[in-house]
């Protein structure tokens, strides 16, 4: 019978038959294949708990229609007042951006209505290729 063929391992620099190559194989195989499934069967878990919850709150909406409508409604109500705080905010900025302005009508302007801004010190110098 031949012996079985042996091959050199790069990283340690032995000798290591097909046989113990394939042993080394599967161990690392079934290692991650023993997370995969435990990450297989929390996720699983996490969706059953989902599941069952989205159940729960299904049949308390059949039962109690009338608590889920307040709810509903409440919700909206404050929602809506979350917006009127909103616009609120904005017409208060939309008048101090006014009140501004008012402030800046003594600066002088050009003919398309933009206030001309002159700054001292500046020099701008421009060079033409001949």
Not at 1 to 17: K, R, W, Y
Not at 32 to 42: N, P
Not at 74 to 79: K, N, R
């Amino acid at each position: 019978m031949d012996p079985e063929p042996a091959f050199f391992l790069p990283v340690d620099g032995q000798m290591a038959t097909v046989e113990s190559f394939k042993r080394g194989i599967a161990m690392v195989f079934r290692l991650y294949t023993k997370q995969i499934s435990q990450a297989t069967r929390g996720l699983a878990a996490g969706i059953f708990i989902i599941g069952m919850l989205l159940i729960g709150f299904a049949m308390l909406i059949f039962a109690l229609p009338e608590l889920f409508a307040y709810l509903a409604a409440g919700v909206f109500f404050f929602i809506g007042l979350v917006t009127l705080g909103y616009a609120l905010r904005l017409f208060i900025a939309a008048s101090s951006m006014d009140r501004h302005a008012e402030t800046m009508s003594n600066v002088p302007t050009d003919e398309a209505d933009d206030p001309l801004v002159r700054r001292k010190k500046i020099e701008i110098k421009v060079e033409q290729d001949e």
